[in-house]
């Protein structure tokens, strides 16, 4: 767990806190949204950035 909330505070660095996070997700909810991005990842740009990310949590999520 200490992994997941290492990537979430490395990637708000230097960037402004409009919103409270974390946002509280199911499982589910973010399997969803990281097979979303996977789907748009080639058409946009930040649609790769943010699944690289992303993704990157949910494996490290699994080894725990």
Request: aromatic share 10%; glycine share 2%.
């Given at each position: ?61 699994k080894?725990?």
């Amino acid at each position: 767990m200490d992994e997941i909330n290492e990537a979430w505070s490395e990637s708000r660095i230097d960037k402004p806190k409009k919103y409270r996070m974390p946002i509280w997700l199911t499982d589910d909810d973010f399997d969803y949204i990281v097979t979303q991005l996977w789907k748009c990842r080639k058409s946009e740009p930040r649609c790769n950035d943010l699944y690289i990310r992303l993704n990157n949590i949910r494996e490290g999520a699994k080894q725990v």
